[in-house]
């Protein structure tokens, strides 16, 4: 046996390991922010509809709603 092949056979579980270490280093912070999102995201369209301010900043209502349903996705397994 070679040593190329034992050294490629050992560093397969390490990438694998530090590629499982990284999505889970980025993905609680995406997940924290999504499910926080989802819930405060509503309280501010109502607050935004309920003074008037829609029909004047409709870019801004479509905004929410995207980043609400961003959110909804993005936070749906937060601490599970």
């Known amino acids: 046996m070679s040593n190329a092949s034992q050294i490629g056979r050992d560093s397969t579980p390490f ?3 530090l590629g ?3 999505r889970r280093v980025i ?3 995406v997940k924290f922010v999504g499910f926080w999102t989802a819930i405060v995201g509503p309280f501010v369209l109502l607050g935004l509809i309920g003074a008037g301010m829609a029909q004047q900043y409709p870019l801004l209502l479509a905004g929410l709603l995207v980043a609400n349903l961003v959110g909804l996705v993005a936070g749906r397994d937060y601490k599970r």
Do not use: C, R, V
Request: aromatic share 0%; hydrophobic share 20%.
């Open 15 to 17: 990438i694998h390991q």
């Open 20 to 22: 499982e270490q990284s």
């Open 27 to 29: 993905e609680l912070p």
